[in-house]
């Protein structure tokens, strides 16, 4: 079983003021699936404040994944790409790319999402969008390849070469 992290980037979460249906969704689909939710962090939209507990649950955590919901867009307080980008070893564009591949076929809003996928040390790091009806979008399309890529990563299995 994985274990994930879950970060919500939403200032009014953050303060109580909104419930977090995206980070709950997240929990949701993941768990249902077999992963171990570990953490979930509700954070205001703050780049260094991302950046730092993105680092904590690699390096200290030691989780295998985790997930970020909010603060993809254009809104001046969105900054999750960049504090990603802050903290990563090695980009996986492929899988942000295909996230957005899949959504430009449901709407033409999604060429709007600025989401980041990357590796620090042996943690998957995805960006998904903000909404709930994205998320479930998004995770449903990602999950097939997920777990490969993740037991990739961790050793657990060899190359995708022979597929």
């Known amino acids: 079983m994985f274990k994930l992290g879950i970060i919500t980037a939403s ?3 953050s303060r109580g003021e909104r419930e977090d249906k995206s980070g709950q969704l997240i929990k949701d689909i993941m768990w249902a ?3 171990e939710v570990s953490v979930w962090k ?15 649950m690699s390096d200290n955590l030691k989780l295998d994944l985790i997930l970020t919901t909010g603060g993809t867009g254009f809104s001046p307080r969105d900054w ?5 980008l802050d903290v990563l070893d090695r980009q996986a564009p492929g899988i942000s790319e295909a996230m957005r591949y ?3 076929q449901i709407t033409p809003k999604a060429m709007l999402s600025r989401s ?5 040390g ?5 960006n998904l ?3 709930p009806k994205a998320v479930k979008e998004n995770l449903e399309f990602i999950l097939p390849a997920l777990r490969h890529g993740l037991e990739i990563l961790k050793g657990l299995t060899g190359e995708c070469g022979g597929e």
Do not use: F, M, W
């Open 11 to 13: 200032d009014k979460g």
């Open 33 to 35: 699936n077999g992963y």
């Open 42 to 56: 509700i954070l205001p939209d703050e780049r260094e404040l991302i950046s730092k507990e993105l680092i904590d």
């Open 80 to 84: 999750t790409p960049e504090a990603t």
């Open 102 to 104: 899949y959504s430009l």
């Open 116 to 120: 980041v996928s990357g590796i620090r």
């Open 122 to 126: 042996e943690t998957l790091i995805i």
């Open 129 to 131: 969008p903000g909404s």
